[in-house]
T-cell receptor, first 114, second 114 residues
């Protein structure tokens, strides 16, 4: 079975600052994929970034980067230069064991302040 | 524009009534998924389908049923056996399931009990 743990229910960050959202995972599968999604208050799920278990380098997508530490089983999301529009719920998710099914964490509510 | 359309946006169910949530995609994706989201929680997998006329139970399938008669469509029926159906339901799709790929999500349906 797979498990995703997000220990920060809520985070505050000032505009233009960087913020790190924590995610730890647990799986016995050697092959897996890690994803981050953003959910604004309107409810849709927006894909942000992906990291494969065999990828040697940390994934980056614009202002988003994934700090992947395989030995620690962590996959933290780093958002650089935060913007007001980044205020949302952020979910870490994992796919392992076939079927491309996602297991989600409980999410972190991020609030960007002026 | 390609995407996933869920309807209705809001749905109300009476006691003992079955209701069906619609999910249509024009992305030509093979795989489709249904998730349930309760307040303050992450998404949990209800059912998924990797190919037409085939589907598998997810983690919380009891009280739900699905069909996959066409590639584009994956409707979810919430039956009267589901005793706590009030939740936010999200449909997703991905190109295939033999590798780890981001899932694309619809805008969701909010189901409430009258």
């Amino acid at each position: 079975a797979q498990k995703i743990t997000q220990t920060q229910p809520g985070m505050f960050v000032q505009e233009k600052e960087a913020v790190t959202l924590d995610c730890t995972y647990d799986t016995s599968d050697p092959s897996y994929g890690l994803f981050w999604y953003k959910q604004p208050s309107s409810g849709e799920m927006i894909f942000l970034i992906y990291q494969g278990s065999y990828d040697q380098q940390n994934a980056t997508e614009g202002r988003y980067s994934l700090n992947f530490q395989k030995a620690r089983k962590s996959a933290n999301l780093v958002i650089s230069a935060s913007q007001l529009g980044d205020s949302a719920m952020y979910f870490c998710a994992m796919s392992a064991g076939g079927g491309n099914k996602l297991t989600f964490g409980t999410g972190t509510q991020l609030k960007v302040e002026l | 524009d390609g995407g996933i359309t869920q309807s209705p946006k809001y749905l109300f169910r009476k006691e003992g009534q079955n209701v069906t949530l619609s999910c249509e995609q024009n992305l030509n994706h093979d795989a489709m998924y249904w998730y349930r989201q309760d307040p303050g929680q992450g998404l949990r997998l209800i059912y998924y389908s990797q190919i037409v006329n085939d589907f598998q139970k997810g983690d919380i399938a009891e009280g739900y049923s699905v069909s996959r008669e066409k590639k584009e469509s994956f409707p979810l029926t919430v039956t009267s056996a589901q005793k706590n159906p009030t939740a936010f339901y999200l449909c997703a799709s991905s190109p295939r399931t033999d590798s780890y790929q981001p899932q694309h999500f619809g805008d969701g349906t909010r189901l409430s009990i009258l």
